[in-house]
Structures are given as C-alpha cells and as structure tokens.
C-alpha cells in the first residue's frame, strides 16, 4: 500500500500564493502519474494538473498560465506551485497518484486525503 500525505493549505486573499506538497511513502517501488484534484461543495471533482513519470504537464484551462505541477521521483513527492490565486480556486485539493503494482499485474490509484485552500475576496 501507498499512503498520501498533502501540506500547504491554507487562507489567503485573491492574487497570493501557495504551495502544496504530497509525500508518497509505504511500498513505493515506481509511481507513474501523479495529479493534483480540487473538489469545492457543490461542483464536480476537477483535475487540476498532472504530471508524468518524465516530466511532461498538463493543466485545467481554469488553472493554466498560474499553477506549476513538479515532482522529484527520488523524493516520491509532487508539489503544486499556485500563484495568483482567484476566490474561485477555493476547493479541497487531493492528491492522487498512479504505481504499477507487480504482484496484482495492474496499476492502482492512491488518494490522499486533501488540504483546504480558501481565498478570500
């Protein structure tokens, strides 16, 4: 088993910054995709950003030009870079990563479970 544990929520006013961080740790052997996710009460879960086992990015429309999605493999975590922050950012972020697990022959999903961010008006 993987266990997710997510840092770096918190509040603050629309146009600042904040950084979340996710540390994978158990049996870790090879983790392949690792996303970032936001959930607000009464929208549907959204993907935020991801980021491959080498590197390559993706990101939300919503998100674009102002989050950056990093990962170091040696560390086993993923950080996302939020900057420029809009009241409309507010949501529990989860981060979820993706491992091919030999034993089961086929690759599984772990999820943290979120931070808080709030931005405030």
């Known amino acids: 088993q993987v266990q997710l544990v997510e840092s770096g929520g918190g509040l603050v006013q629309a146009g600042g910054s904040l950084k979340l961080s996710c540390e994978a740790s158990?049996?870790?052997?090879?983790?392949?995709?690792m996303n970032w996710y936001r959930q607000a009460p009464g929208k549907q879960r959204e993907l935020v950003a991801s980021?491959?086992?080498?590197?390559?990015?993706n990101y939300s429309d919503s998100v674009k030009g102002r989050f950056t999605i990093s990962r170091d493999n040696a560390k086993n975590t993923v950080d996302l870079q939020m900057n420029s922050l809009k009241p409309e950012d507010t949501a529990v972020y989860v981060c979820n990563v993706k491992q091919w697990v030999y034993r089961l022959r086929r690759e599984s999903d772990y999820w943290g479970q979120g931070t808080q961010v709030t931005v405030s008006s």
């Open positions: 158990g049996r870790v052997f090879g983790i392949n995709d």
């Open positions: 980021i491959s086992r080498e590197h390559r990015t």
